[in-house]
């Protein structure tokens, strides 16, 4: 069964960058039919999906947050790590990884979610 768990700081200040990495165990990060998200939730708000890295090594950033957004990999370790540059205190949210199936269109499984405050 795949496992995922974030980790990272969970303070950052104003405009500077915020980086998680969300480390797999139990499946491969490159096989198919399967993709990793990076969703956050804001407090009092729903969730919002930040990007996604496929199998291949692709990635596709959500529009209002894309000129920001760095999705990358490391194969070696089944790790991929999301980075969030010139953040504002409306990037505060719980983020979490997940794994998506392509053949469900759905995200299947969920690391726990790690709290990240943006302040100085």
């Known amino acids: 069964q795949v496992q995922l768990q974030e980790s990272g700081p969970g303070l950052v200040n104003p405009s500077q960058t915020l980086s998680l990495t969300c480390t797999v165990s139990?499946?491969?990060?490159?096989?198919?039919?399967?993709?990793w998200s990076w969703i956050r939730q804001p407090p009092g708000k729903g969730l919002e999906r930040v990007g996604n890295?496929?199998?291949?090594?692709?990635?596709y950033y959500m529009p209002s947050l894309k000129s920001r957004t760095s999705i990358s990999r490391d194969t070696s370790k089944n790790q991929f790590t999301l980075q969030l540059s010139s953040v504002t205190p409306e990037d505060t949210a719980v983020y979490y990884c997940?794994?998506?199936?392509?053949?469900?269109?759905?995200?299947?499984?969920w690391g726990q979610g790690t709290s990240v405050t943006v302040s100085s």
């Open positions: 890295i496929y199998s291949s090594g692709s990635t």
């Open positions: 139990g499946g491969s990060i490159t096989t198919n039919p399967y993709y």
């Open positions: 997940a794994r998506g199936d392509h053949n469900q269109r759905a995200w299947d499984s």
